[in-house]
């Protein structure tokens, strides 16, 4: 209150809803969004007496960090930031804790403690950094290359123990990706080597280097954790594994396929419980976002959903099922696989071997009496005939489909010979979209692009006067300069012109100019409004959605 931050009614309302809930009072200030977390962590810093520590910037030493055990870390919420002369200095978000001191004491002994307060998102991020689940890998890969399993590697249908070091070896890999926020861990045999890379914010980077001979191992536990056939290694295969990460239930799809040097394997990690974004959260500009939302008012028709694989597709579906589902709709998915379960929908898993496919799982929804059908994806002829027809015959149907852009996923439907006057009379409008990374805002910093990236932008429409934003790189960001992503979204609605164009087979060119004239934003325009924005970087829109 003596800061500014709190009015006397604030504290009155929050210490009246403390009452109620038990919960601590700076919590709840928190939650309620009355105090920013950093404001908070100064004011006890005063009243503790204790400095704060800024974990953005300064990197927990290694050393220090080492000194007090992983499980403990993690229980009391603590790290370890630096040792000088015998004192190491700990930062806590919650240095009043007795425990901190008492149990901290005795596992660093003889050294003296020094408490500091840092934000508890800081800390648990300066955790997993600081104690890397792969440090022991190479204890694992000399283990491995000891013993029998090793020297028959090549076999790779052996199915190991659960101490075995591949088994180990695995679950440290799974454990990592987790933490680092892998969305997909990549695992690719070579000549000489296994290389595994995560996929982070949609870029990947290397993260281990294993023997040639341990693959086939790592590839065969993989494949007995998903129920997947280890002993047939010649055509690709699919699985999934539900398992437990910290704590966190996870999702884990896997797929595998042969290549010259061995089998690849890529996980895609869903992790189970993470929030599933609501649709005005997602990024769409104002405009965009309105006349979204009133193609969904719609009581039949289809809204398609395109971009390439890992466009975040099934996101933008899945928050747009959010502002659908009412308890008066009987809402139906078809989906291979179900990504994340939603609650109070019908979802129905692709089975190929129980003859479940889209096809035959869309004839029996149509049976059930649906007013919502999500298709998953329309990868198909006989899928795209059966979506067409259920939204001709009155259902309001969503699909993702494979395409470049909003004009091109329209060419899709006609290329899987859709007639176009089944098109225009079914399709009411076509988002497309791509993931761009965010500038980190604990680094960013204004920059000077270079004449590449400047002229790129003045020809995509951009103004080469305004102040051009990157990240640094720090702690946070794993030193990419990026954190998180954000959606870059264009919106084809059916107009009569493009409906026209579209009856003619008129070439895309002129379907996309038909749309600039009915005021669509390109994906084009969406990435230089963020980059004029300052939440991203000329560099990521010309990787990430450059349309020729």
Known sequence: ???????????????????????????????????????????????????????????????????????????????????????????????????????????????????????????????????????????????????????????????????????????????????????????????????????????????????????????SRIKIMANMNIVDRRRPQDGQISTEIDGRAVDIRVATSPTIWGEKAVLRLLDSNRTLFRLAELGMPAATYERFSSLLRSPYGMVACGGPTGSGKTTTLYATLGELNQSERNITTIEDPVEYVFPSVNQIQINDQAGITFATGLRSILRQDPDVILVGEIRDAETARIAVESALTGHFVLSSIHAADACSALHRFTDMGIEPFLITSTVAGVVSQRLVRRICDQCREPYRPGVDELAFFAKAGGSTDTGFWQGRGCNFCSRTGYQERIGVFELLVMSDAVKRLLVEKAPIGSLRKAAREQHMDSLLDGGVRLVEEGITTIAEIMSSVYVV
């Open 1 to 219: 209150m003596r800061r500014g931050l709190l009015t006397p009614a604030q504290v009155d309302e929050v210490l009246l809803q403390q009452s109620a809930s038990g919960k601590r009072l700076g919590a709840l200030l928190v939650e309620l969004g009355m105090v920013e977390e950093r404001s908070l962590i100064e004011a006890l810093s005063v009243q503790l007496g204790v400095p704060v520590a800024d974990l953005r910037q300064s990197e927990p030493d290694p050393e220090a960090a080492a000194r007090v055990p992983e499980s403990l870390a993690r229980k009391l919420g603590v790290v370890a930031v630096r040792r000088d002369e015998g004192t190491l200095l700990i930062a806590a978000d919650d240095p009043g804790d007795p425990r901190v001191l008492e149990e901290v004491g005795r596992a660093v002994a003889p050294d003296r403690v020094r408490l500091a307060i840092a934000v508890p998102a800081d800390i648990r991020r300066s955790i997993d950094s600081a104690y890397r689940a792969l440090a022991g890998v190479s204890s694992l890969v000399e283990a491995f290359e000891a013993t029998e399993t090793g020297r028959n590697a090549d076999s790779g249908t052996r199915v190991v123990s659960e101490d075995a070091p591949v088994v180990h070896l695995v679950n440290l890999m799974l454990t990592q990706g987790l933490r680092d926020r892998a969305s997909d861990i990549h695992i690719e045999p070579h000549a000489d080597r296994v290389r595994v890379r995560y996929r982070i914010d949609g870029a990947l980077h290397d993260v281990l280097s294993l023997p040639e001979n341990m693959g086939p191992s790592v590839v």
